[in-house]
């Protein structure tokens, strides 16, 4: 505990240790502190001290310069870094400052992977509708791989044509925790749970169009599954899905 | 064209034949005759002249009496007659005045059947999520039965179970029609419609709690089918299904 | 039966009929094969094997590139191809490279006619409110047309002016099948659904403004239509209802 | 101007006049007056001056007592009172006091009649699509008439059976306003709308199911309506459409 | 009656008169005539019939040449034509054809005046709550206008400056009907509808943000008028108020 | 601090002194405490610390015998105690243990006074648009009584008598703060908001029928309220507007 | 494999082993066998197969005989049964035939627990906000002890007294998964994914009143949790919340 | 009162003094007299004449040279004036007329400040859970400094890092009023209310995206708050917040 914050509490200690100040007066200057000198920072910090677990910016709304800002700044941790809803415009000025970067493209995401450990036990399959679902899929896949999993996508392969999805029944037995995206009519994750027995992640996607009122249709379908594995994060939030997947991953 | 409405019409060109009309004053007066008198009024029973075509009440907010008031009239003219959403109170008051009455438990329907014939040309199949569906599906079924054709029912075959589904591909492949009847997320369709090459009609149903809202999860589910060859109907409305499918059925 | 698939299984028989493998055995390692080995594979292509059914490209999203190497792929089978929601840049894309492409303007459709064999066995006609729900219903049109129906089209005989529609009572009344696309408040299907006696196929348009909302009025009207020969597709699903239609009109 | 509040202006006045207060003085005073004595009271009375104009109660809600006070009260005053909402235990208490006071069994409204004057100067027709929209129907028709109009009603004419509209298009035609209430799709009101040239006042009613959504579908249907002569009041509100077509009619 | 269509009805009469026709034989002809040879047509032309309704063109979506076009056609029958949702460019396109077209530019409307006659008894006040809505009241402005009626208008007397609609208390006590447009919470309707007592047009606009929902509670408010003179038109519908008043108006 | 948690953490100072532990160690011991060992604890009662507060008993979905229990042991502390949405059947209960408790019966509220000091620092008023608003206007008023304030009530003062209102302009004016409560349209608090220049809470009611569905019309009014003093709690959260109007009442 | 369904196919391999049938014959043979026959029942199964995983019966709609009967028929298999939103009714006939049968009152929960091995690696926490969530809490609390976890439950820790849930953190932190109920705003998933590193599966319930509309505030509420480690299962699923939970566990 | 209003009224009295008009004529001409010649104008002017209330202009939707116009006419009468939803363009062409103005750029406002007056009586905090509130957030906190208060902000202490906002308890404590802005699940304003004892003003914001709605989710969940002393305004409201706060600030 070699942090600047514990110091004011150990000079506390210390104070009273050689006499300089009562066990009561210590007390009384104790509730005084700052907040953070209580030790609770460390919980702040939990998330980015948790191995594999990477620093996340979402990108959408921020100037190319301000997200070039923030790959510098945690390049020197050597964690990994993830941008989510990244433009090309945003990955050339963070390709400029930290070289490794990649942009994955159909994911909208720049990452740099610094920390290449496997985190998690077993795989984790990302199950998608159809095409246009994709870029939430890969959002998902590159959260997942980027927190040190084995990942594998199952893309095209919606209810209407459910022998597609049968024919992968195995490989998607194999798998840990399964990730399905759906737009319109969300009904794939009630399939693919039927078919395993393992958790299932839901993402409605905002595909569609019409009644698909952008992904509500899917995000009730999905909360109305009849499989009883399967629980549901926002639309489009392939992010989410890869993050609780990856965590379910590593238990 | 014997009937009285026309009278007054074939009047007009009498009175021109015999002179008492000028041809002008003739279509002045064509003018103001009521509307019935051009021959509309056919429009009016066209539903009741096609053979098959069952008279239909519906229960719901209908005393006993008044239902077994209709029963009784319509009761004369030897055509089959359906009432949905009835209760065993109003069945018990429609069985003394029309003794050949049937009541249908689960379908909540009174049958009168007179007109046995058989109007459709193939195999309608009903197919249901849920045993919490089957009130709608029978509903389907026995309009579909009323209107004369061969139906078939498979239930509780949901997509969290798609094997059960599966396993009767081959019984739903022989149907010119399906009827899907599917609470929750409304999945069914969807999947069925794509096994089939036929028309699908969709029914949601108000199955479910929390976020299925009442039938709307399932009713949004459907309209955004990914199957091609789903039409939709209101959430519940098993007769509508049946009746669209037995107009179908006799093309 | 002479596929490869088939060909993994026809192997365990042969190694039974040799008694090199048990039958015990066999039926062991019939439940560890890839599952399209059982022949499966043959319900994927159930709709593109039906003569007839063309081939679907949903074009909004696409670029211009990715229609085009659809069609030319397509070209090859001598199916009709339909590329609907297409916009010029997409068709001078593909009129590159497949030479009888057609572009349906109103419609936004990019058509390939190869087979222009007649599937269905009467009328359909396409029936809308204003003239703004033309996009919808030329996408209708050409859905029905490319799926080989004779097709006719009744436009801006909206409910305000009722006469207009019952002056084309005659010709709606020769249909197999009617489409009705409305927007606004979605009650041409309701009347339309009336004068016939066949299905009604009702499409929700986005036509319309404030309480419109997009088209939602629209489907709420037709959902609840007092008409029981009407089955709802998605807003604006010209497609869904010219495929329905069609598959209605092969029966 | 007799009245109390009339009376501390004059005062005020007068003691300006005998010299007891400066000008300024009493302009300052005049600013502290209670509001109600610059004779803003009348404003509160002039619906109830207005000849014809009968004393509201909305019944929901209310013991039979608390209708019966209302009732009594507005007895001495020798205008109409019209209770809406009303059950027929508020009706039994009210009989007890006001000898003369009627019951209105379909609109559910208790109504004294004082005031016969006719103040409506042409016709007011009620039309509605089916039978279960008649208490709304008949609230409409009893306010109106209460209202001192000639009123017609025509009920059960749904679009889906258009030629019976039709049949009364003449009948509708003498109106000088027409009320239109219809459930489900709401698409009466736009029918109508366009067959006649005056005003059309639409009710929503909460009649039908599913995706009916208590009225909802009708209001939006209405709001949308593509007749420009139709405005629109709230579900199931038959007194509303009365109130405003007897303003209208004896304007 | 010397129209053409006239004609084939008229020509049977003549038929019969000369012995050409039974009377019989010319029912059963009559009842195959094509729908508008039965004077129905006239039912079509109903609006533009009456004396001072304006032809209605909708801007929005149309091309300027497609408004010019129109607005030509229209200039040689003498009245007067009204297009709303116009743009300058629709407008500049006009005017090359039809040098007396004026823009409305708040009302966003093009007009053409042929016809000045006075159609209203008494005045129409148009007032609204707050500048932006300006643009919706200035097309209720401009509607009533060019249907013949004196019009006033009186803008910026929101709800929550309640004085400055009472200091013009009287003016709008003069007024026929009253029209009142407002966004955001709508209001102002209320208590417009409680200072007078002739009929008073709603209409909601999309001003507004958040929770205004593009003028959704404006419309949910004005629905739930506690004043009983109310009823509504849709979402920014200033026409719609404008024609409703004007029909009024004229009685 | 001489509290029992606090002790745990002197002892550590106390042994540090002592020389029986080191700071280091005291320290790493600090980190495994509870947390309430740190004083968070005192968070916990900031609310009942503070003078005037009551405490507060939802009553909805409570035994009578669980909301007599609550008063019981409340009791003691000499405090005052509210329980809200209570039952006549609940307040019998408590009536039994609690003598002095009081039932508020249009307010549906059980009452126990024992501080009766004034803590608020000027009026509050409570307006409400109809009788119906009631139950939720007094629940703000027993609620501000409840918490030392001076109360003033106002009913039945809606907008489409925007009279009635404007003469009690001088009463409203002396408040430190103006509740409003209103069901149908919402448009009171807009009114009031105009005429004063102090904060007003606005309370939403459910109040209505149709398309005021349950108080989300009035919510949403409310929410775009043109006065800037408004702000707004839950439907019918009368408590909630006593609550904050007493809080702001006595800074 | 010993079941009925292999024996078809083994007897097709035992026919080919004795040359009564050729491996071609075979081959065609197969694909007319119906589905079940394919092994692909056993994917029925998996659920029930899985050590662990109880039979569950949804209590609702359901008549104390049914209920009873599916006990009855399922206690011969040695699982463990759990019937959901289960009435007293409901185990009284249970419990006349099958003695061990528990009723789980708060979480309204019929439970036969036959299997007691613990299945899951680690701790499952419940968390709830209010006392009103807690018959939702314990039917998860019910499902994960049943699935075999160790199970704790901590109630009224609500976002508005923050400390009391983080006075419980280091508990919390112990947790493999932690399942958080919360209705009203649905806020608390977000701050106890802050906490902890582990997922958080979310129940909105249906607590609350006015704009809570009955779960739908805190169903979108945890949707959006800005906390990563939040997935959703529907409004009141208590049951869903502990069913995927233990999946989670026993990884 | 030396206005020019005033001046006819006194001109009454005048007249009566000098025995021109009698005490009734004046009363009766007082009646007729325009509504704001009775003082009434002062309501208008409550707001601006009330000190330390700024003038208010909403930008958007105004061209730079509308915005410019008010600045330069408000600027002779030395009051603050604010330009909320403001643009640089706008700002550019204020700063050529009114060289004072400043424009602030998180909170999108043109600011001038001529009166520097201290008016609130405490400390107004602002806080907000992300970086993208800060637009809303800042819009309240230059609000609030423009009407004469001490404001500190608190930005990105979201409840997912609730350590974050604890570490700020006591600097929140010392606040009058608290403000907070949150976005997505909108969860904040519970946790603050729990740690404060004084009026907390809740504003959602549109951050989010998916299931938050552009700011309903957030609406929705700050409108449940189980915190008794949060009150709420329109979605991105930050300046109705702001001044809120500032009334209730100099109580």
Known sequence: MPSLNAESIRKLFEQVRTGKLSPDDAVERLRHLPFEDLGFAKVDHHRTLRAGVPEI???LGKTPAQVAEIFKAENKHGKNVLATRASKEQFAAVKKVVRNAKFADTA??????RDRKRYGKGLITVVSAGTSDMPVAEEAVVTAELMGNEVESL???GVAGIHRLLAHRQSISRSRVVIVCAG????LPSV????VGVPVIAVPTSVGYG???QGVAALLGMMNSCASNVSVVNIDNGFGAGYVASLINRL
Chains 1, 2, 3, 4, 5, 6, 7, 8 share one sequence.
């Open 155 to 157: 893309y095209d392969v």
């Open 57 to 59: 910016v979402f990108g």
């Open 184 to 187: 319109m009519e969300g009904a």
């Open 108 to 113: 909208r995401a720049i990452v740099l992977r």
């Open 211 to 213: 009644a698909a009122f």
């Open 192 to 195: 693919v749970g039927g078919l």
